[in-house]
C-alpha cells in the first residue's frame, strides 16, 4: 500500500516539475496562503488523495526557481542529472562520515574534492563538503586560527592576543557571522576598501593591517572574495596572496559564487593567483546548478590540520581497531556528526556532461549577461543605467546591476531629491512583478548607491525571449512611476 | 532529450530503493570499489546508458540503510511520505531564508516547530532547523553565551571572564566540538560523572559546578541529554533544572536521539521536566525516520534572542522597505546564508500518519527492544551479557548493548586476560557480518567495558525473522572464537 502511494507521490512531484509554468511565482498575501495550505498537524492521518493535494498545493505555490525568469538569487535553473543524483542520494539515505555507512560517498568525495583543487592549481591538498558556504568559511576561519594557535582547541580564546580578520567591504555577511559565532567579535573584523567595481583595494588591505597592529590586534587571517554577492567583483588575488606571504597571514578565498570560473579557459583569469591561498570556499550549487546544498572548502594543507583542528575520537563511531584503513573514515575532519552527502549530484552531473559541458555552462552565462547588458544598452539606455561591468564586450561576471529610470524621474539627475525618489523605484516594481509572478530579480541599495536591481543571469534554460521579456517588463510594470 | 534521461534515471533510482536487497552490504575493499566506480571526472561526458550503469552501481554497492536487518547507526528504514516530501524538495530547489523565495516553506517550518515546541511543553518560543545535532548544540551554546554576555558579539571573548560548560561524561562529542568551534576550548567544558545506565548524576553536577568556580571559571551552560548515543541513557531533568535555576544557567537538553519519546504517552515520562529547560536539540531524522537532515533546535525564548545573536542584516536579501512583514524572512536567525528546506519531509509524514501513526512508531520501537532483550535473555543468555536497560519489560530505551561470550570465553570471566581477549571479539564479528553483508550493528568500547555490540532498533519493517536471524547470526559469525 505504502510503495503504491509512494509511487503517485514521486510521480506527482516528479510532474510538478515538469509542468510548464507560466508564472515563476503564485503569490498570496501569508495569512491567505496558510490557509490555502492548511498547515496544521492534527491526531489523525489523511487519506491519499487529499495528500496529494498537499503536493500540488505545495508545488503550486512555492517560487519556481528553476523558471527561466527567476533571476533573484545565486542559484537558478535545473540540472537533470544533478537532480537524479539528488534523488539517489535522497532514496539512499546515509551519512557520510564513515567507509562503513557510505563507501561509495567516501570515496566520490575525494575525488570530487580532489578535482576541483586541481581545478584550483593544487596538486594535493585536503577539503570537504559543508552544508552551504558560510559554513566553508566558517570553517576556513577555524582551521586559520588553529594553525596560528594551536592550544585555542583546549584552551580558548582567553590564551590568545586579541585576533584581526581582514575583508572587503563587500565581501558576503558570513565573515561576520563567523566572527561572531566562532568568539572573534565583529569588531575584530576589520573592513578593506573597495573599488569602484567593488574589488578589495590592495593597499588598503596593507594599511589596515597596519592599523590593526597599532591598535594591539594580532592579524591572522585575510578573506578575499572571488565573486562578490551583490557586484559579483573579483579581488586582486596576487597582490593579496603578495601581503599575506609577506605577513604571514592565511589567506582565504571565498569563491562561494566566483569559483566556477574556474572551469572555464576564456574566464578563470579573473582567479589568477587563487593557487597561492591557504584555502578556497566554491558552492556548485549556485553558478553548476546542482542544487542545494553543495558547497567545498578547499585546502592546501597537507598536513592534516582540518582532521587535527577538529577532531573529538568519538569511540563509537571512529574505532581504531576497524579491519578497515581508518583514516577513510573522514566524518571527524567535521564539526558536524551526521553529514548529509553532498557529492554525487555533482558526481554524476560532471559524468553526464564533462569538464567540457561545465565550461560551456559557464561561457554560456558570461555571453547571456553580455547579451543582456548590450541589450539595455542598445535598445533600454535611455531607461537604466547599468553598472557593475568593465565592458560590454567583457563583463566582470554574471551579476548585472542597474537602475532603472522612470519617467518622473528622467533628466532629474540634478534634483535634490532624484536619489531618495529612486531608492523607492526598484521596491514598487519589486513588488509589481511579484505580485503578478512574472519574473523575481532582486533589489538592494549598497554603499552610497540607492536601491538598484542585481539580476543574475546563470539558467541555462534562457532564452533570448526570456531576456526581452524581463526589460520590456520592468518598462511596463514601472512606467507610471 | 534530458527529460527522458531524467525519467530513467529516476525510475531506476526509485527501483534501486524498491529491489529487496537480500545484503544490507555489498563489502569491497576500497581500491578494489573505486575501481569498479570508475570515479575518475574526465574532460568528455559520458552516454546514457553509461549514466544509468553507474546509477545502479552507486546503489549496488551503497550500504542499504533501510535494510532491515540494518542497526547500525541512530537511523534506519525508511518512511516513504517522509522521502516523497525529500523527492519534492529536491524538485522545488530554494533555501529556507526569506518569504519571498521560500512561502510555503517559512510557514510550514513556523507551524512544525511550534508543534514540536508544543510537545516539549511550551505554548510559544521560537527554533530553526539545522544541518545536524550538532549544528543545533552549537546553536544553543551560541544563544546562552549571547543572553549571558551579549558584548560577545561584537568584541569576541577576551571581553569576557573564562565560561565554563557542564556535560555528562557520556553526552555527544559535539559538546567538545562545539566548546573548540565556539573558542571556549574543550578544557572549559567539565564533565559530570554518570550512574550505570549512563544517566548524569545531579549532586555531582553542582560540585562540578562548585569545582569550576573554584578555578576561577564563568559556569554558562548545561547540557544535559535525553538518549545518550551509546547507552540511550535519560538524563534526569527535574533535578538538572533545579540546580539550573538556583545557579542561573542555560539549560540545554540535547534530545536529538531521545527526542521523539515526547510523542509516546507511555513513554515521554523519560523526559519529565524537560519543560524547564530553555533549549532543546531534537533530530526527526534519527527515530521519526524523515531522513537525513531533520534536526531542529527549540528555544523556549520569546524575545528574539535567536535573531540578535546570529543576524547580520544583509542588505541584500533582507531588504527593510519590502511590501510584505519583513519578519517573515527568518534566514537572519540562521548562522548559515542558504539554507536547505528540512520541513517538507517531516510536515508531509506528520500529515500523512498524524500524531497517531508518529506515537504508535515509537510504541513499536520500544516494543521491539522489549522483545530483542527478552530473546536475548531467554534464548541466548548463555553468551551474552546485556545491559543498559531497566528491566525486560521496559527497556530504557531502544539502544540494546550487549557483549557476544565466545565458547572460549565462557566461564573465564576471572582470567586475568579476559577482558583483553573479549575486547577482541567484536571487531571480528563486526568485519565478518560486513563481509558476508548479512547485517550490520556497531560496538564500541565506553568507561571500563571494553568492546560491546550497540544495536539500534527503530526500523519499521523489522520483522519478528529479522530479530531472530540477527543474534544466531552472531552466534553462528563468532562461534569459533
Not at 519617467?407 to 519589486?430: F, Q, T
Not at 549598497?446 to 525571449?465: D, E, K, T
Request: contains cysteine; negative net charge.
Amino acid at each position: 500500500m505504502e510503495v503504491h502511494t509512494t509511487q503517485c507521490c514521486i510521480l506527482m512531484g516528479f510532474l510538478c516539475l515538469l509542468y510548464p509554468w507560466s508564472q515563476v511565482c503564485e503569490w498570496r498575501e501569508p495569512e491567505e496562503l496558510a490557509a490555502l495550505l492548511d498547515l496544521e498537524l492534527r491526531e489523525n492521518g489523511e487519506p491519499q488523495h487529499q495528500l496529494l493535494q498537499r503536493i500540488r498545493d505545495v508545488a503550486k505555490y512555492s517560487v519556481k526557481t528553476n523558471h527561466p525568469r527567476f533571476f533573484n538569487q545565486l542559484f537558478a535553473g535545473v540540472d537533470y542529472h544533478a537532480l537524479t543524483g539528488r534523488f539517489l542520494t535522497e532514496a539512499l539515505n546515509t551519512s557520510q562520515y564513515t567507509y562503513e555507512v557510505a563507501p561509495v560517498f567516501v570515496l566520490m568525495e575525494d575525488e570530487v574534492l580532489s578535482k576541483l583543487r586541481s581545478l584550483v592549481g593544487w596538486a594535493e591538498g585536503d577539503g570537504i563538503f559543508c552544508p552551504g558556504g558560510t559554513m566553508s568559511n566558517m570553517y576556513a576561519m577555524n582551521v586559520a586560527r588553529y594553525r596560528a594557535f594551536p592550544e585555542v582547541k583546549l584552551k580558548g580564546l582567553w590564551s590568545l592576543p586579541r585576533l584581526a580578520v581582514f575583508t572587503s567591504q563587500q565581501s558576503h555577511y558570513s565573515v561576520m557571522k563567523a566572527a561572531a559565532f566562532q568568539g572573534i567579535g565583529t569588531e575584530n573584523v576589520f573592513k578593506v576598501k573597495v573599488d569602484d567595481r567593488g574589488c578589495m583595494i590592495p593597499e588598503d588591505l596593507g594599511e589596515t593591517i597596519e592599523l590593526a597592529k597599532s591598535q594591539g590586534a594580532v592579524p591572522f587571517f585575510v578573506h578575499a572574495t572571488s565573486g562578490t554577492t551583490v557586484q559579483g567583483a573579483f579581488d586582486p588575488l596576487e597582490p593579496i596572496a603578495d601581503i599575506c606571504d609577506r605577513q604571514g597571514l592565511w589567506m582565504h578565498v571565498d569563491a562561494a559564487w566566483g569559483g566556477s570560473v574556474l572551469f572555464s579557459k576564456e574566464h578563470k583569469h579573473l582567479m589568477r593567483g587563487v593557487e597561492r591561498a591557504d584555502s578556497v570556499t566554491w558552492n556548485p550549487h549556485k553558478m553548476m546548478l546542482t542544487g542545494l546544498q553543495c558547497s567545498a572548502i578547499l585546502l592546501k594543507d597537507t598536513t592534516h590540520l582540518l582532521k587535527h583542528c577538529h577532531s573529538a575520537d568519538a569511540t563509537y563511531l571512529f574505532q581504531q581497531d576497524k579491519f578497515y584503513d581508518s583514516s577513510l573514515d573522514t566524518g571527524d575532519k567535521s564539526i558536524q556528526c551526521g553529514r548529509k552527502v553532498d557529492c554525487l549530484k555533482l558526481w554524476l552531473m560532471w559524468k553526464a556532461v564533462g569538464s567540457k559541458g561545465l565550461e560551456e555552462r559557464v561561457d554560456r552565462a558570461f555571453a547571456h549577461t553580455s547579451k543582456y547588458i548590450e541589450n539595455i544598452f542598445f535598445s533600454h539606455f535611455y531607461l537604466t543605467y547599468v553598472f557593475c561591468f568593465c565592458s560590454v564586450e567583457q563583463p566582470l561576471f554574471v551579476n548585472v546591476c542597474f537602475w532603472f529610470i522612470p519617467p518622473s524621474l528622467r533628466g532629474k539627475e540634478n534634483s535634490p531629491d532624484y536619489n531618495d525618489r529612486l531608492s523607492k523605484v526598484a521596491p514598487v516594481i519589486k513588488e509589481r512583478m511579484m505580485k503578478q509572478g512574472t519574473m523575481m530579480l532582486g533589489y538592494q541599495p549598497q554603499g552610497g548607491r540607492v536601491n538598484f536591481f542585481r539580476m543574475i543571469v546563470i539558467s541555462p534554460q534562457l532564452s533570448h525571449q526570456d531576456m526581452t521579456f524581463c526589460l520590456n517588463e520592468i518598462e511596463r510594470l514601472g512606467n507610471d512611476l
